[in-house]
């Protein structure tokens, strides 16, 4: 049976333990949260500080050169290569998910052609994927928007889809699709994958070559620790470079941006996916934070997040058992992201509670909390003792009165 | 005649004399490129280490919350208002200029309806300007792209035309478009106006609602100081708000983002433009950076700048008369914007030996100088020091031959 000393001695014994010290995490709190917005890096504060002080305020323009801003869409999207599996000229930095889906969404059915107009999503996906595609296909009424059920993508694919958005990791459950067989499923069909990494990389291995994905966008901010708002990325594989069009060819995008030509001629690559110049600051500290994963080994990586998952799992139903908290989302580590949820009636006061006693997670309406198990600077021990505070309130008798107390403390 | 003395007896003199006081610039620099990076202010320093330190590092998600994250794009926007003759809520920042033309552009033409579908805009104008609308209609077939000569928009008008985008002040010459006439020929031909005020919102008097603007976008990091990159703003009358469809409809424009809906809805007023996550970093040193306008007016802005352009002027046409500097753009300063730029056939070598010399300004292809004259932080004595500099370098016999290792020093 498992004790807290076994978490203490899982920590010693944990690859990955030496990288929480490049994190610079507050005190008292166990922040189970990097699902949504990752933690600082002792690096990003470094930088950004450096970034604003000296190159901006003592260097100002000439720093876009001599410090190199004009590159770090390209330099981060490097680093973001290597935790997903991409090449390191397929990955750039850059605009928002949102934006970057829109993007991608477009080039891909303005390549397909006239035959190929049909989009494929399934409801209950992160919202803004379906509000992009919705936009989208509002904006250019010869795509036809398919939102299907949750799992029936495969059942809508047609000799008319276009491209099929699929989420890696479900944001509210945590449930891993197997990229590799859907986007053969996809490919199959002749249409375009076009993945949401947004709560897989960083805490998976994720293999976008290797598993034949097409396109690919994810977020910065939530396992890469990019800070609030950091620029997203995007991955467009080698094969599709030279024949998609980014429809927002802003002038970052330009074969020769700097040359100030009256006509647009997109950039060789990936670079072309740049559209306006990239917010440097909010860069910057991306940038910083993705070093956090020098020498880690993504597939470490992955099985810590899968222990901690267990962990998590394991001594809620053990600890919590008589409280009625139910598993949503995959039971065995393999099907799972970096994250696990419960369902609970009260779930939303039970969250505040937490939140009032240092366990940082969040909420999902109507009834789900939620635990993000950040591998890069989660202990086991943590795990432990975040169960071990939740067990703590359910078992007392008064936090259903303390709930909105606790809930104007963090509103 | 007007001598050194002269100029610090103008700046004693100058209304905005103690807002350079906001600013934290370097010395030994007379920094004449604010028109294409702003300096830094010394809030901008202030709020970004305590938002990432402080409300990252410390109090990670709940800042979104307890430090206002999620209200920062209309909290910049409202302060944007005011300097550009707007309501508080016709204004937001978001993404950048390029995104916030595609936008802007894609709901215009669609809300013309079917029989209305040509958008015009003139040759020479910014590229990314030019860019968006050609990137625009290849995605959007039914888009009729008019690209004509410089001056020409107004023969291209007629009862197809959806919109027009106009440069309030052009990045090259510095030349102002008469806004209030220019729309009224835009709206009577039944067309929308699209204003771009990247060169013009911080350093004129800009009064759209005044001067019958539609829709506008502008740059956040050139007269308004947000930093290297800095989310852009843009701009939606009143009358137009409840029609305009965002095309990019990402999550933070929906009218309930937190609710998690499956369908978009898009949020009242100027929040439906919003798109994905924002940059808060950046975000902030751009609201920050908007307090150095506090208790200054605008018309006092405008009126500094076209004293600073006029003395520019003179001062290169006196001091530096032999050596062929030919004036590029209006010679009146009602005319002008914040900018004065000269062409020289060797106006390359010319910027490199000046920034060399601690005067930072900078080129355009083929030939232009371009000298930015932010009336917040750059004096009168600022102005006749360069000027001086300037004509230093060519009376000098050896700026030519200085030219290669000036460049490596800069590149």
């Known amino acids: 049976m498992t004790t807290r000393q ?30 949504s917005l990752g933690a600082l890096t002792r690096s990003a504060l470094v930088r950004v500080n450096e970034a604003t002080a000296q190159q901006w305020g003592r260097e100002l323009i000439s720093s876009w050169n001599t410090h190199g801003w004009i590159g770090l869409p390209q330099q981060a999207g490097r680093k973001i290569a290597r935790l997903i599996g991409a090449e390191v000229d397929e990955v750039i930095a850059a605009d928002s998910v949102s934006v970057n889906l829109f993007k991608l969404a477009a080039a891909a059915v303005r390549a397909q052609g006239p035959e190929r107009t049909a989009v494929i999503i ?67 069909a002749g249409a375009l994958s076009l993945w949401d990494l947004s709560h897989s990389a960083g805490v998976l291995d994720v293999r976008l070559n290797r598993d034949g994905a097409d396109l690919a966008a994810g977020c910065g901010y939530k396992y890469l620790n990019g800070g609030p708002g950091a620029p997203a990325y995007l991955f467009v594989t080698k094969r599709h470079q030279d024949i998609l069009r980014n429809p927002l060819s802003g002038w970052m995008g330009h ?77 065995e580590a393999a099907a799972r992201g970096g994250q696990v949820s419960f369902a609970h009636p009260d779930g939303w006061a039970i969250m505040q509670n937490l939140i009032a006693r240092g366990v940082v997670g969040d909420f999902r309406r109507p009834d789900v909390i939620r635990f993000g198990l950040a591998p890069l600077y989660v202990r086991h021990v943590d795990v432990w003792d975040a169960v071990e505070i939740l067990g703590d309130i359910l078992d007392s008798e008064s936090w259903r009165e303390e709930r909105f107390q606790a809930v104007s403390a963090v509103t």
């Open 6 to 35: 076994t978490c203490l001695d899982l920590d010693a014994a944990d690859p990955l333990a030496g990288v929480r010290e490049r994190f610079s995490l507050p005190d008292g709190i166990i922040y189970l949260d990097g699902n």
């Open 122 to 188: 399934e409801r209950g996906d992160f919202p803004t994927d379906l509000y992009i595609l919705q936009g989208l296909a509002a904006a250019i009424p010869e795509i036809e928007l398919r939102v299907v059920e949750a799992g029936g993508f495969q059942a809508a694919l047609d000799d008319r889809t276009a491209l099929v958005l699929l989420s890696h990791v479900h944001y509210r459950s945590g449930a891993v699709r197997d990229m590799a067989a859907q986007s053969a499923l996809v490919r199959k």
């Open 255 to 331: 074969a020769r941006p700097f040359d100030f030509e009256d006509d647009y001629e997109p950039a060789a690559g990936i670079d072309r996916w740049l559209c306006g110049t990239p917010p440097i600051l909010s860069l910057t500290t991306l940038d910083a934070a993705l070093d956090a994963f020098d020498d880690v080994n993504m597939p470490d990586v992955r099985a810590k997040a899968g222990a901690l998952g267990d962990l998590f799992i394991e001594w809620v139903e053990t600890r919590c058992a008589p409280h009625g908290l139910t598993l949503v989302g995959p039971r």
